[in-house]
């Protein structure tokens, strides 16, 4: 499955989360960009898999075709950084990441949900 890796991701207000924001290199913040980062810091039961997965989510230049399976792995891994004391991100962010590996088209989430 194809996935957009320049997804923005959304605050629950609706606007963009920001990388550095309020800083003159401030920039939106990506699916890329928290996925890459969960898997560099969070252990699973395969570090080859994530080392590999891991280095084309960085290198991918805005789209990446993953497989079912790696789609499966990625998401057990941000399912445990969620659940995390150590989590860097909170599960709103993590939940519009698991939403794009399950085909929703975009992240920004519904009113009411």
């Known amino acids: ?6 997804q923005i991701l959304k605050k629950i207000t609706g606007e963009n989360y920001k990388e550095n924001e309020g800083k003159d290199n401030e920039k939106d913040f990506t699916f890329g960009n928290a996925v890459g980062a969960i898997m560099v810091i969070q252990k699973s039961e395969n570090p080859w898999k994530q080392y590999r997965l891991t280095k084309e989510i960085a290198e991918s230049e805005g789209e990446l ?3 079912s399976e ?3 792995f990625v998401k057990k891994i941000l399912e ?3 659940q995390s004391q150590n989590a860097i991100y909170y599960p709103f962010v993590i939940g519009q990441c698991i939403d794009l ?3 929703a088209k975009d992240a920004k989430p519904k009113k009411g949900e």
């Open 101 to 103: 590996l399950e085909g």
């Open 1 to 6: 499955m194809k996935i957009n890796t320049n």
């Open 80 to 82: 445990q950084h969620a």
């Open 65 to 67: 075709n993953l497989s």
């Open 70 to 72: 790696d789609i499966v």
